[in-house]
Nanobody, 121 residues
Framework: QVQLVESGGGSVQPGGSLTLSCSIAASACKAWFRQTDGQERELVAG???????YYDDSIKGRFFVSQDNAKNQALLQMNSLKTEDSGIYYC???????????????????WGQGTRVDVSA
């Protein structure tokens, strides 16, 4: 069973930066999701084994996803944080879909335990 462990969450002021890290075994599709109170988990960013990336429109140009397969690690660099970026962030192993990945949270194969990000003044 794949085990994922996130770290790097915390509290930051608007405009600040955080980097989330996830210990994750090599997999074809890695993703970061965010969940806020009462809402379903939503995709923030995804990356394929080939390095292709996908970003939600709300964070394009501010967040950057990367991976280091040698270290079994996925990273999410978050810059220019806004209050609406707050939530619990989960790293995940997403499902391959043909030669691509499915970023549907209902098809996720494994979840981390989550790490909280709080952006407030």
């Amino acid at each position: 069973q794949v085990q994922l462990v996130e770290s790097g969450g915390g509290s930051v002021q608007p405009g600040g930066s955080l980097t989330l890290s996830c210990s994750i075994a090599a997999s074809a599709c890695k993703a970061w999701f965010r969940q806020t109170d009462g809402q379903e988990r939503e995709l923030v960013a995804g990356i394929t084994s080939g390095g292709n990336t996908y970003y939600d429109d709300s964070i394009k140009g501010r967040f950057f996803v990367s991976q280091d397969n040698a270290k079994n690690q996925a990273l999410l660099q978050m810059n220019s944080l806004k209050t609406e970026d707050s939530g619990i962030y989960y790293c995940a192993v997403a499902s391959p879909s043909g030669r691509a990945c499915s970023w549907n949270p209902r098809r996720v194969l494994a979840w981390g335990q989550g790490t909280r990000v709080d952006v407030s003044a």
